[in-house]
């Protein structure tokens, strides 16, 4: 099994990979209900009302859609079958996660439900704290939220000031500080609250009730999108715990935060997905309504660019997450088969791919970036009009990059961990799989760009650059490479590209050996070239902003050299194929994958 990180220094077989063509129809209907869910109650009701949901005006409502989507089941997939849920599997959970986007802002309001609020006592929960918990969240008669975030400690989540002390007589903590931004606060039955206990260096973590008493909460915010989400300021003072209310044990708290994220941030990735599928299908169909120059703009070059571009970056973003979503489940799997609990091999499956997670939070939400701006720019004014909701969309998805870890932070912590399993717990030999640079560079002297049927041969290529830049930048830099940021981000995007492009790949050698009908494949194909092309230009890009952002004398010309055998072009028209790319979907007037 590819272990995380692997991917760059390995090659998977296309059989050993998940792809969406092998969805089953139950996790399909579980899909289609989730998204008529949002349709019927969260769309239609919004497009009657001509007013997105307001978490400040409209509580009843969002809690009445959590307590209706309970009923269907929906707060209960992740939770294990005896405390009453439906403990799917974590790729369909992604794939719930997918649907609910449709739901705009609600899709943070569960998600903070099913996800932050809920995962930590499903893997970290005593028997008990699970038994009294988690039916109540699955049936949604507890509202969940989770509190990390404080005014001083955000992306320094470890630093928070929050205090849990303990009781004279022993049987309580009493928590006093305050908790800013928490999702879901507004009416919470429950708080997922991390606090350091006395002088403690780490945090710990505690199930909180609202009923305990000492909790006041401030104002919904007033922000610039997901309105419909409420996200309140929580203060504690001298609120009582019971001391078995800790989750795991003293000092854990962090260790559960970092865990709990890596799951939340794959899962936005999905969710992202979701929402870029939505704002394309949204832009097909505009484009061919709307008429100007007596044509439908959808006959213009200029749209059908940004509709190919949203089409292939969509497809290819989404064949990264659920394989990493497979992989996940199929390390949970290995793990209880070597004698693991449930709730352990949950945790160890997601830490082993927090690499991959980290990646998939700043692609699949920088994706989703580029679909909604594109999808207000085929809009026109009505775009930016409140009337068509596409400015809604736009609005809402800015969110996605900040929470669950900047994507800041997310560029940091891919690169870092990668260098944490090279370096220390040398889990992933870069150095071994770097012995092939030389030859391999000597080989790609005698062409000037790469051909269509190659693509196996550029992932390799892109990989064997990621891991030379890395070296020379790691060995003139040694320890100061982690305060230059610029250049790991750089680095990071390289990774990035590097596993996106070999998931697309291997996802079309694996659909060529099933049957596709003719003219999909044929599209499919040529995502696949574009995305390449397109990738190609990223990585030679940020290679070169990296090497001449290093120290002068850190070998510059032989760098440049390996970007040029490496990363060269791919002797391919995207102009052409981004046309037939976009006249497939517009024909369709639709996304049809
Ligand atoms: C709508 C909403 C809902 C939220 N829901 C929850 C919730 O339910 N529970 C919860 O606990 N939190 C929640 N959060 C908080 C969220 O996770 C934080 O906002 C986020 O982690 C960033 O922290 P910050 O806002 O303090 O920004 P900061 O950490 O102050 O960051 C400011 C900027 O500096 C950058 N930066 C910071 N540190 C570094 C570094 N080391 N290297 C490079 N750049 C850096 C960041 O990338 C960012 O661009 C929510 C936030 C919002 C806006």
């Not at 900040?402 to 690169?415: A, D, H, Q, V």
Request: proline share 2%.
């Amino acid at each position: 099994m590819l272990k995380g990180g692997e991917f760059l220094v390995s090659k998977t077989a296309h059989n050993d990979l998940f792809i969406p063509e092998e969805w089953s129809e139950e996790q399909l209907m579980i899909r289609d209900m989730v998204k008529d869910f949002c349709d019927q109650e969260i769309l239609q009701p919004m497009r009657k009302s001509g007013r997105e949901l307001d978490a400040s005006k409209d509580r009843d409502e969002i809690i009445r859609l959590l307590d209706k989507s309970a009923e269907l089941g929906l707060c209960g997939l992740a939770i294990p079958q005896e405390y009453g849920g439906m403990d799917l599997d974590f790729n369909t959970g992604l794939l719930f996660g997918e649907a609910i986007s449709n739901g705009f802002s609600f899709a943070t309001t569960i998600g903070a439900q099913t996800s932050i609020g809920s995962l930590p006592i499903v893997y970290y929960g005593t028997n008990a704290q699970k038994e009294k918990y988690l039916p109540k969240i699955g049936s949604a008669e507890y509202k969940a939220s989770y509190a990390l975030t404080e005014p001083s400690a955000g992306s320094d989540a470890n630093s928070g000031k929050t205090k849990a002390t303990l009781t004279a007589d022993g049987k309580s903590y009493l928590l006093n500080g305050q908790k800013m931004w928490i999702t879901n606060g507004g009416f919470a039955d429950i708080f997922i609250v991390f606090a350091k206990i006395d002088d403690d260096k780490n945090l710990s973590a505690f199930i909180v009730e609202k009923a305990f008493g000492g909790i006041t909460l401030g104002e919904e915010e007033k922000k610039l999108g997901i309105k419909g989400s409420s996200t309140v300021q929580v203060f504690f003072n001298d609120c009582p715990v019971p001391t078995e209310n800790i989750l795991a044990e003293r000092g854990d708290g962090f260790k559960i935060a970092l865990n709990i994220l890596n799951s939340g941030r794959i899962k936005l990735s999905a969710g992202s997905i979701g929402g870029s599928k939505y704002a394309l299908s949204q832009s097909i169909n505009y484009s061919n309504e709307r008429k100007q120059f007596d044509k439908s703009i959808a006959e213009f070059g200029a749209i059908k660019y940004k509709i190919g571009e949203m089409a292939t970056k969509i497809f290819a973003a989404e064949s990264a997450i659920y394989r990493t979503g497979k992989h996940i489940d199929e390390k949970e799997a290995a793990l209880i088969d070597a004698g693991k609990s449930k709730s352990e091999a949950k945790v160890l499956g997601l830490r082993e791919y927090t690499i991959e997670c980290a990646l998939l939070k700043v692609y699949g939400t920088e994706v989703l970036d580029y679909c909604i701006d594109e999808t207000l720019q085929i809009h026109g004014g009505m775009g930016y009009s409140a009337e068509a909701g596409i400015e809604m969309g736009y609005r809402d998805s800015r969110i996605t990059r900040i929470y669950e870890g900047t994507n800041e932070i997310n560029r940091m912590l891919s690169f870092g961990e990668l260098m944490k399993r090279a370096f220390q717990t040398k889990e992933i030999d870069l150095i071994a799989a770097g012995k092939k640079i030389p030859m391999r560079f000597f080989k790609e002297l005698f062409s000037a760009t790469y051909a269509v049927g190659q693509e196996d041969r550029i992932v390799e290529n892109m990989k064997l650059l990621f891991i030379a830049l890395s070296g020379i930048a790691g060995q003139k830099l040694k320890l100061k490479m982690i305060d230059e940021q610029e250049i790991i981000m750089n680095l990071s995007d390289i990774l990035s590209e590097i596993y996106i492009s070999e998931s697309l790949a291997l996802r079309v050698v694996k659909l060529r050996t099933m049957s596709i009908a003719k003219e999909k494949m044929a599209i499919v194909e040529k995502m696949m070239q574009l995305h390449i092309y397109e990738s190609l230009r990223k990585v030679r890009t940020a290679a070169e902003s990296e090497i001449d952002s290093l120290p002068e004398g850190t070998k510059q010309g032989l760098q440049r050299k390996m970007v040029k055998r490496f990363a060269k072009k791919y002797a391919v028209n995207p102009k052409d194929l981004r046309r037939d790319i976009a006249d497939y979907f517009i024909q369709k007037n639709d996304y049809t994958f």
